[in-house]
């Protein structure tokens, strides 16, 4: 962390603030990419001071976050996970069905334990129906685990970074004090309004994208308008023998499409073409 210290005071370090500026840009620039391209950041943040913190801002965005206890093989053992919340799913299903009432009340207590058990550890990530991908992480000694395992999967890895770690395991780090509250507010405030302006991004050229489609180069609505005239024009009438029948408009006699009748080609009468006599 040397590059990212001012200088010591006291046996305190005091972090460069102008490099911590520059670090929460290139963040928060990535941060709004990942969003407009749909994807889902993973906020990990089990410390004390930050539980309520991220899970405050992140909730805003609708992005999933762990705050309890980081659950052992959660991104390399992924397919476990989503059992574990197909589980939760299918006891809400149990707890709704008429027959949850025929059980005992011990049955149904212990039922119900097990729901919140796993609503505690697993409730913010029900909808993650994939490998987030990236990961934002609050302590980097805290949640080593948790970036040993986006590092082996190759997630991109977003973190507050103190003095007493490692930069270098990080693909985007923070410096910054991962103990105060108020620091960790503000940068995952920052990077919530960062997902925030991506996701609005998307909407916004989804939509426009949509509106692109009703109209063609020059800017015309693409809806064709034809003249009832032409419809009728365009109906061909026939007779018994299926040929088109000659239409009358104003006393001239017309083609079935109102175009004006064909003339006939004149043909030349003369004396009649005698065959050659055969010879004897």
């Known amino acids: 962390m040397a590059p990212y210290i001012f200088m010591e005071k006291n046996g305190i370090h005091i972090i460069d603030l102008y490099k911590t500026m520059a670090k929460i840009d290139e963040a928060a620039s990535a941060m709004r990419q990942i969003a407009k391209s749909g994807k889902k950041v993973l906020f990990v943040a089990t410390k004390k001071q930050a539980k309520l913190i991220v899970a405050d801002h992140v909730s805003k965005v609708g992005m999933p976050f762990v705050t309890e206890r980081w659950p052992g093989g959660m991104l390399t053992n992924f397919a476990t996970i989503r059992k574990a ?47 987030p991908s ?10 080593k685990i948790a970036i040993a395992e986006a590092r082996k999967l190759n997630i991109p890895t ?6 007493n770690s490692d930069p270098n395991l990080i693909d985007f780090p923070i410096p910054a004090n991962d103990d105060a509250s108020k620091s960790i ?57 299926g040929k088109p029948k000659k239409v009358k408009v104003d006393g001239d006699e017309k083609e079935a499409d109102g175009s004006p009748k064909r003339p006939r080609r004149p043909v030349m009468k003369g004396s009649p073409v005698r065959k050659p006599a055969a010879r004897k």
């Open 85 to 131: 919340v197909k589980k939760m799913s299918t006891i809400d299903k149990l707890m709704n069905s008429p027959s949850f009432k025929s059980l005992s009340k011990r049955e149904r207590l212990q039922i119900a334990r097990e729901r919140g058990k796993l609503e505690k550890n697993l409730g913010s990530i029900a909808d993650l129906s994939r490998l």
């Open 134 to 143: 990236a990961l934002f992480v609050v302590d980097v000694l805290k949640e």
């Open 158 to 163: 977003f973190a507050i970074v103190d003095t």
């Open 185 to 241: 507010s503000l940068i995952t405030r920052l990077m919530c309004e960062a997902i925030e302006e991506g996701l609005a991004e998307r909407k916004f050229d989804k939509d426009h994208r949509e509106e692109d489609e009703d109209y063609d180069a020059d800017g015309d609505h693409n809806v064709i308008e034809i003249d009832e005239e032409v419809v009728a024009g365009l109906i061909e009438e026939t007779d018994e023998d």
